[in-house]
């Protein structure tokens, strides 16, 4: 019997590639010298798309009349048109579960490394003005806080276990109240003025977008800290600068930001932000486990017709098989 074809458009984590090597055909788009023509001459044979970040949008599919699946390398699929991808009758995956405990630990690495200022700390070392003076004490301690999680989901819960490991309480909020012993705030700028630590774990989309304003900002206060570990988008990112730089919050602690990789210059000129390059799953393990989710989709889609960890808009189509 012929493999199904996959479609990579941009490179995978070598468990992806591992994985799909002998039971798949794969098609490396981001190999090819004319990309365009590739997916018209192969578009109709493609069944599935093993994506890492590439935009996946309507017109996108129309491409390839065929397709069943858009496997997603990450929990976070923003950049993949799930409602359309279910018009069209194709399965949408993504990868949760797996990468949940790696980003609670940048969310708890960025909050430390922001409140206590330790990059800022290192860097004085290095550049060898430990013997002038001390280095200059941090404004912020972790002592006694509170942390307003937006977005309580899995990541959010572990984030929040870490959190209170640190003494720090916890609140949150998400569109509806959950079964949990955490102070829920129905409204966003509420908790946003009674905590000290604003951490976003929320998914990013058109729903989400700059759902952090001014506004927002203003409400977290001088002595207020933002952590962002979810994406970008959920923050107005102009906004957030115009914070820091007049100290309407005292910090903010980014792994991911609205254009990446390009970063706002004035977030680079900031001396109260700590900038990562979006690292929160990227261990060698976890993002090994994420690709072998990947993998085990594809398998499992095109060996029963039922996905492993279909996302919300693919749920209706779960169940009615391959077609
Ligand atoms: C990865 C992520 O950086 O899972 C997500 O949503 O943002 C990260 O784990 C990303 O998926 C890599 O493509």
Known sequence: MARP?????????????????????????????????????????????????ATVDGAFLDKLPSLQI???FGVGYDKIDATAAAERGVVVTNTPGVLDDEVADTALGLLLMTAREFPQAERYLRAGKWNERAYPLAPATLKGRTM????????????AHRAEA?????????????????RYYPSLVEMARDVDILTIVIPGGDENRHL????????????????????GTVVDEAALVDALRSR???????????????VHPGLLEL??????????????????????????????WFATGVPVTPVQESRDLVGRGRG
């Open 248 to 262: 309407t919050i005292l910090s903010a602690g980014l792994d991911v930001f609205e254009h990446e990789p390009d």
């Open 5 to 53: 074809t996959v479609l990579m458009p941009g490179p995978m984590n070598r468990s992806v590639l591992a994985g799909t090597a002998e039971q798949f055909e794969v098609i490396r788009l981001w190999e090819a010298d004319d990309p365009d023509s590739v997916l018209a001459e192969r578009g109709k044979d493609i069944v599935a798309v093993a994506n890492s970040g």
């Open 148 to 159: 307003g999680i937006l977005g309580l989901g899995r990541i959010g819960e572990a984030i």
């Open 212 to 231: 952090v304003n001014a506004e927002m900002l203003e409400a977290l206060g001088p002595d207020g800290i933002l952590i962002n570990v979810s994406r």
């Open 271 to 300: 001396d109260n932000a700590v900038l990562l390059p979006h690292v929160g799953s990227a261990t060698v393990p976890t993002r090994d486990a994420m690709g072998r989710l990947v993998v085990e989709n594809l398998v499992s």
């Open 70 to 72: 858009v496997a997603s």
């Open 166 to 182: 640190f003494g720090i309480s916890i609140a949150y909020h998400n569109r509806r109240q959950k079964d949990v012993a955490y």
